[in-house]
């Protein structure tokens, strides 16, 4: 770390968790996913019997079996019954299995300890970890960190649902100060021992409610990641959301809110400069709105949560707004994917619930042509329609939603049904004129039409760029 760094930070020297003995334990990997295969790598290497089981049939994990078949371990794909688990004494779970799955049942009532991957890894860690959740925003602000904190010069990794998995980076044992990760909620349902020594919560809107169907529960488990905390630790809260305020009273650490409306805030915004202040130390001001690759007052927010994490850690003003000029979106965030004949074509495939497109509404702007539509996770989409039908001149729907939205938008707006994820692109060019925005903003996961959100947004892009070969001369 650097001697600035050293100067300012309130980042401890160390992290000081309680490894799990694993040498000659019997453990079950539940999972064969980037996750699982991460996990059975750490738990072989350090003497786990390991058993590695997935629900699907080895023709649909041929990538994943091979890259197993180099462990020792055995491994049991299209498993069918808890007795196929070897009798573990740990079940080490992924993160897409959920907590109240059978076969878990049957494990904890066999006395097995059910564990997720962000608790095993806390378990090994030897740095402190910057933990970051939240319906959306969770990438930006996870990648933003660590810019930040390259840029000051101290050695952090970033990890979890974004890069490589968390339990990856604690096996990888390389020389850091720190490691920023991205949690979901899906993780934190086995969080028992986990404790970040900062955790931020961006926002919390209804999502995955296929999974976590009363919002108050949803909440609930959002503010795991700051359920172990204590005095010691720090909790950024964006208490502009009202769900998120609810905690400030409720928690052990050291609670630094960021509002756009409050400048008593420990990161807020004055005039157009955005401020950040830690207790007891000088505020920073760290740059201008008109510094942010991509406006918007959710990205006012996401900046301000990420520079009061790179500001505990000690980052310079200078070097945030150094980070904060090249960072780079990730993709399919607000991408530019290309202009055709005036037109201009954006893809947001990762706003994947309606609070993340509302934002997507209110953050583009001029006239534009809207895409929607996919699989909506049983969310209610009315408000993201009420949106939809004030902002946009022309909606295309697409997937198993597009009736759905299309009668909430009640006739506000014109509205086409595509059958074809092209053909709603090549409507939404038809409709546009010059100087109009079509933006992919679906509202929902991508599951009932592709593979994922990426592929979403990678045939979109290809898509568009079809059409500039076509009309390019």
Known sequence: MSRDAEAYSLLPDEATPAPIPLDNRRVAVFGMGRTGIAVAEFVVARGALTTVLDERPATELPQ????????????????????????????AVSPGVPYDHPMLQAARTAGAKIIGEIELAWCFAKVPIIAVTGTNGKGTVVTLIGDMLDCAGIKAAVAGNIGAPLIATIAAEEPLDVIVAEISSFQLETVEMFKPWLGILLNVSPDHRDRHPDIDEYLAL????????????????????TRVARLQSQLAA????????????????????????????????????????????????????????????????????????????????????????????????????????????????????????????????????????????????????????????????????????????????????????????????????????????????????????????
């Open 254 to 473: 050291m609670v630094l809110p960021v509002s756009l409306s409050d400048e008593d805030a420990s990161g807020h915004l004055a005039g157009e400069d955005l401020i950040v202040r830690l207790p007891g130390r000088e505020r920073l001001s760290v740059c201008s709105e008109a510094d942010l690759p991509v406006r918007g007052l959710h990205n006012i927010t996401n900046t301000l949560c990420a520079s009061l994490a790179a500001a505990a850690c000690g980052a310079s003003a200078d070097a945030m707004a150094a980070a904060i000029r090249h960072h780079r979106l990730a993709p399919h965030l607000l991408q530019d994917a290309g202009t055709v004949n005036g037109v201009k074509f954006i893809d947001d495939s990762k706003a994947t619930n309606p609070a993340a497109a509302i934002a997507d509404l209110t953050t583009v702007e001029g006239p534009l042509i809207l895409i929607a539509g996919g699989r909506a996770k049983d969310v209610d989409l009315t408000e993201f329609a009420d949106v939809a039908a004030a902002r946009a001149e022309h909606v295309v729907l697409i997937g198993e939603s597009a009736a759905e939205i299309a009668t909430a938008i009640a006739g506000r707006t014109p509205v086409t049904i595509a059958e074809t994820f092209e053909d709603a692109v090549h409507f939404a060019f038809e409709f546009a004129r010059s100087g109009h925005t079509v933006l992919l903003a679906p509202a929902c996961a991508s599951f009932d039409m592709f593979e994922n959100m990426a592929q979403r947004g990678e045939i979109f892009c290809a898509i568009v760029n079809q059409l500039a070969e076509r009309f390019s001369g």
């Open 222 to 241: 959002k503010a795991r990641i700051f359920a172990n905390q204590d005095t010691a630790d720090l909790a950024v809260l964006n208490i502009d959301d």
């Open 64 to 91: 994943a079996l091979q890259r197993l078949s180099k462990l020792d371990a055995q491994l049991v794909p299209e498993v069918r019954s808890y007795e196929q688990f070897g009798n573990p004494e740990i079940v």
